[in-house]
């Protein structure tokens, strides 16, 4: 009788608790990637067999990978460069990725997490806890990469496997399913043992924005029509003809308060241009203060008239400016009683196009 009821328990234990996650070890063969824009070789290097991958992407063919463990050992050369991995990769032009410059060893960006949009890596706009870390790298050796994925979060542990790397609080491309592999960008890197985990997560909850305002906030905008930036050059003053080129969806901020531009369109040479518009009802004439950040380019106009115009792109201000995005610059708005409407003009040039703004204190005013 006991051995049956301990057959019994067995039986349901097997149908009630899913199988255990397996481990699934990648040979480095480079029949089992596909390559976008260059061919892995195989080849030794310090004892190990491993893919050489001088240019390019290759993506492992075989795994759907939403929530897992991707583990990898990896080297590259002591030279400027972006190698890393991509993971949640929907397609082509959409995933998570994460990467190191070795050309900045041991300063605070050194190593990168970045969610990519429309094919545009969002860089600039994520920095500093969460995105990016210092860390003194080792040159033509190879480093254990692992990266623990679960729900809207990740860690990534760089050789230290107790002690996350960066600890992403949110994958912005959301919790989705899709594949992974290996970017060099502008470096050979070479990749060994490679093995993933998949497991199976629950479905888990969205990060919460604050309501539009709060603490000053600007958390939700009207997001125009791509365009072209020449539009707005030596346009002091919106024309009505210029006005009705756009048409406009309402869209919600992350919860940093940063707009992702390149979540809604596509940058090219001619469509590199996207108006985020704000409408402010104010109680009174007033000036009203407003932090704001931005990247690359803006031309701000309030009630049709140009009041600022702007340039945060890579190295515009020193040699070893980024281009970050943050509450930077300041403006006055000389409000007046009634509705204002209120043009951000953002351009790209690449790394991160987007937009925030902060109200100094919101006495006064609606955000409509």
């Given at each position: 009788?006991?051995?049956?009821?301990?057959?019994?328990?067995?039986?349901?234990?097997?149908?009630?608790?899913?199988?255990?996650?397996?481990?699934?070890?990648?040979?480095?063969?480079?029949?089992?990637?596909?390559?976008?824009?260059?061919?892995?070789?195989?080849?030794?290097?310090?004892?190990?067999?491993?893919?050489?991958?001088?240019?390019?992407?290759?993506?492992?063919?075989?795994?759907?990978?939403?929530?897992?463990?991707?583990?990898?050992?990896?080297?590259?050369?002591?030279?400027?460069?972006?190698?890393?991995?991509?993971?949640?990769?929907?397609?082509?032009?959409?995933?998570?990725?994460?990467?190191?410059?070795?050309?900045?060893?041991?300063?605070?960006?050194?190593?990168?997490?970045?969610?990519?949009?429309?094919?545009?890596?969002?860089?600039?706009?994520?920095?500093?806890?969460?995105?990016?870390?210092?860390?003194?790298?080792?040159?033509?050796?190879?480093?254990?990469?692992?990266?623990?994925?679960?729900?809207?979060?990740?860690?990534?542990?760089?050789?230290?496997?107790?002690?996350?790397?960066?600890?992403?609080?949110?994958?912005?491309?959301?919790?989705?399913?899709?594949?992974?592999?290996?970017?060099?960008?502008?470096?050979?890197?070479?990749?060994?043992?490679?093995?993933?985990?998949?497991?199976?997560?629950?479905?888990?909850?969205?990060?919460?924005?604050?309501?539009?305002?709060?603490?000053?906030?600007?958390?939700?905008?009207?997001?125009?029509?791509?365009?072209?930036?020449?539009?707005?050059?030596?346009?002091?003053?919106?024309?009505?003809?210029?006005?009705?080129?756009?048409?406009?969806?309402?869209?919600?901020?992350?919860?940093?308060?940063?707009?992702?531009?390149?979540?809604?369109?596509?940058?090219?040479?001619?469509?590199?241009?996207?108006?985020?518009?704000?409408?402010?009802?104010?109680?009174?004439?007033?000036?009203?203060?407003?932090?704001?950040?931005?990247?690359?380019?803006?031309?701000?106009?309030?009630?049709?008239?140009?009041?600022?115009?702007?340039?945060?792109?890579?190295?515009?201000?020193?040699?070893?400016?980024?281009?970050?995005?943050?509450?930077?610059?300041?403006?006055?708005?000389p409000l007046k009683k009634g509705l204002n409407e209120?043009?951000?003009?953002?351009?790209?040039?690449?790394?991160?196009?987007?937009?925030?703004?902060?109200?100094?204190?919101?006495?006064?005013?609606?955000?409509?």
């Amino acid at each position: 009788m006991q051995k049956a009821y301990l057959l019994i328990t067995g039986f349901f234990l097997t149908i009630l608790c899913p199988a255990a996650a397996q481990t699934v070890n990648i040979p480095p063969d480079p029949e089992k990637w596909d390559t976008l824009g260059g061919q892995p070789v195989k080849e030794s290097y310090l004892g190990k067999e491993c893919l050489l991958l001088q240019k390019g992407v290759i993506i492992f063919k075989d795994s759907e990978l939403r929530d897992g463990i991707i583990e990898t050992d990896i080297s590259f050369p002591q030279q400027r460069g972006f190698p890393g991995i991509v993971f949640r990769m929907v397609d082509r032009a959409n995933s998570e990725y994460f990467y190191v410059r070795p050309h900045q060893s041991g300063n605070p960006d050194a190593t990168q997490y970045t969610p990519v949009f429309n094919g545009n890596a969002g860089w600039q706009l994520y920095h500093g806890e969460g995105f990016s870390k210092a860390i003194a790298f080792k040159f033509d050796q190879w480093h254990h990469l692992k990266i623990d994925i679960h729900g809207l979060q990740a860690e990534i542990y760089l050789d230290d496997l107790q002690t996350p790397l960066i600890r992403v609080a949110e994958l912005l491309n959301g919790w989705k399913t899709g594949k992974f592999g290996f970017v060099s960008e502008g470096l050979p890197l070479r990749i060994a043992n490679v093995q993933y985990t998949v497991k199976q997560g629950s479905a888990p909850a969205s990060i919460p924005v604050p309501a539009n305002g709060t603490g000053g906030v600007v958390t939700q905008w009207q997001v125009s029509n791509v365009a072209n930036r020449k539009m707005f050059e030596q346009l002091p003053q919106l024309t009505s003809g210029t006005k009705k080129k756009f048409t406009w969806s309402t869209q919600t901020s992350e919860a940093s308060g940063t707009i992702n531009l390149s979540r809604f369109v596509k940058l090219s040479d001619t469509t590199n241009a996207v108006v985020a518009k704000l409408t402010i009802e104010s109680s009174k004439e007033q000036m009203k203060e407003l932090s704001f950040g931005f990247s690359d380019f803006v031309t701000v106009y309030l009630n049709d008239k140009a009041l600022y115009s702007g340039s945060d792109n890579f190295m515009s201000r020193d040699y070893r400016f980024l281009g970050t995005i943050g509450y930077f610059d300041k403006l006055f708005l000389p409000l007046k009683k009634g509705l204002n409407e209120l043009w951000f003009v953002v351009s790209e040039n690449f790394g991160g196009w987007g937009v925030k703004a902060k109200f100094e204190d919101m006495d006064g005013i609606v955000l409509k």
